[in-house]
């Protein structure tokens, strides 16, 4: 926010509220002088302030709710522009004797993404060249085994800033992962913040495990005892608006609208971002004893670690702005079909299936089609090799993923 405000604008000041003086905090407890707060806030922090050219930045405003609630009256002023930052759960717990101000436009922020990423490390050109090869359905021949290699690069260092401006500036994959490891603590300290049980943070912390065992739901019993359905669904929805997980719900009845036919009580969960996955992954291992970070370089990851991928392509989807379902049922007995993500494409829906590697078999994608021949669009296979077609499925690279 800061970099945009410095970039787009003639001046700014940014108020970060977890270091403002209680002076600056008690501004916004009296707004009948507008004049008097903008001359204050400029002499406090040095800044001239242009109508209709400066901004200013309210930076983790959930800690002073009197700021965000003056935003109806300093926007109905005109003079400056305005940007909130902060924890969506944090802040929804400290709305409770102030006003929202409906001016607000909301914008969820999710990690860099590997165009993103691509961009922060100078490279403008590679993912324009990938779509023009998704819009032609052509595969890339001899350039695939690059891209893969920037694709796991990417995986490793995740979207996280500061985890990409350290890989950027040391080149030094171990000292991303330090920065990533502070940043998971952080996460674990607001969830504890939020739910003094230590339910929310164990919940997090458990995901690659629950997905390494390929379950077709996530568990919390099996991280943190049994819990009542309230219960459940509470500490569900303060992962979610964390924006640290994302929730994909299963479908009763896979088709167009499927957030009416979505079981609540039964979902996957996945980290926000794949470069953080990987380290919670070996939490308890030292950088120097990380196999995944060797086996993903090396372009060796096992099957038994192809979590890696889905996690990432879930990650995909929906920062390409998908809502994401899975649906599984009965192949026989003992057996289970299931396609690990659905998203709608017009009036028909694609089914996808994630596999680490390059085998090319695709039982339940071919099993879900003969149930629901007239409402799949085409089936999609993600995997590690180049584009190709068997029949009417796309085998497609897992760079190509935000594409779709």
Known sequence: MEQFARDQYESYILIDFNQASRETKMLFDDLTDLDYIFLTLQASYHTSLTKRKSVIVFDEVQNCPKARQAIKYLVADGRYDYIETGSLISIRKNTENITIPSEEDRITMHPMD???????????????????????????GAAHRNIQRLLRLYMLVGGMPQAVEEYISTNDLSKVDRVKRRIITLYQEDFHKIDPSGNAAQMFMSIPGQLSRNVSRYLPSQTIGSQTAKAESDLLSALAESKTVDVVYHTDDPNVGMELTRDTSRYKLYVADTGLFVTMAFWDKDFTENVIYQKLLSDKLAANLGYVYENLVAQMLIASGNKLFYYTWAKDDKHRYEIDFLISSGNKICPIEVKSSGYRTHASLDAFCKKFSERVKVPILVYTKDFERDGNTILLPVYMVPFL
Request: proline share 4%.
């Open 114 to 140: 590997f165009e993103e990423f691509r961009w922060a490390v100078g490279d403008n050109d590679t993912v324009d060249i990938l779509r023009k090869f998704w819009e032609l359905k052509k595969p890339l």
